[in-house]
């Protein structure tokens, strides 16, 4: 069935360094796909989406494309904060339903 | 921004116990959803709900789950006789057209631990 695979956690970075989070997905059709981020103590918020192949999402600095070839939708950000410590969820959409990953626990040091 | 409300956000409950978990939709929105996450896990499906009756619920949601929309504001889900495996952090999400490729809104969660 479809499915969404992301790196394993906690990834700790310094503060400007370069981040990603690879994510890779099993599907038939053409889902959505979509970065989701749980700040603590707080739900699920949708960073970014795309719907199509070769679609970009982006959103406070993070983008992600959509790479049909690789079925990937990596995430990447060029320089992060404190505040982006958080647990980033790559999803996507079945039917009337989101699939989630297990999600990657994301820690920035100053 | 509209946002989706729940309520506790924490519960300690003994096994065998019944819970109700709380939520508050966006107003305008048609199409409720249950998820949930056991710890270190996947944020799982548990079930969608429209018009006043489930549309689809995961193998998760047997007969010791229900939902509920008992007013024109709250959604509900209830649990009869809690497990030990039931402990998870719950989400509700709202939609308003039912259509996930546009992504949905979710609250922020009810820890659940059944003790």
């Known amino acids: 069935g479809d499915s969404v695979t992301q790196m394993e956690g906690p990834v700790t970075l310094s503060e400007e360094a370069f981040l990603t989070i690879n994510c890779t997905y099993t599907?038939?059709?053409?889902?959505?796909l979509f970065w989701y981020v749980q700040y603590p103590g707080e739900g699920l918020q949708l960073l970014l989406k795309a719907t199509k192949a070769d679609d970009k999402g982006s959103n406070k600095g993070f983008e992600a494309t959509y790479r049909k070839e690789t079925t990937s939708f990596h995430l990447e950000k060029g320089s992060v904060q404190v505040s982006d410590s958080a647990v980033y969820f790559c999803?996507?959409?079945?039917?009337?339903?989101?699939?989630f990953g297990k999600g990657t626990r994301l820690h920035i040091l100053p | 921004e509209p946002e989706v409300t729940q309520t506790p956000s924490h519960q300690v409950t003994q096994m065998g116990q019944e819970v109700i978990l709380r939520c508050v939709p966006i107003s305008n929105h048609l199409y409720f959803y249950w998820y949930r996450q056991i710890l270190g896990q996947k944020v799982e499906f548990l079930v969608s709900f429209y018009n006043n009756e489930i549309s689809e619920k995961s193998e998760i949601f047997d007969d010791q789950f229900s939902v509920e929309r008992p007013d024109g504001s709250n959604f509900t889900l209830k649990i009869r006789s809690t497990k030990l495996e039931d402990s998870a952090m719950y989400f509700c999400?709202?939609?308003?057209?039912?259509?996930?490729?546009?992504?949905?809104?979710f609250g922020s969660g009810t820890r659940l631990t059944v003790v």
């Open positions: 999400a709202s939609s308003p057209q039912g259509d996930a490729r546009a992504g949905y809104t």
């Open positions: 999803a996507l959409s079945r039917d009337d339903k989101i699939i």
């Open positions: 599907a038939t059709g053409y889902p959505s």
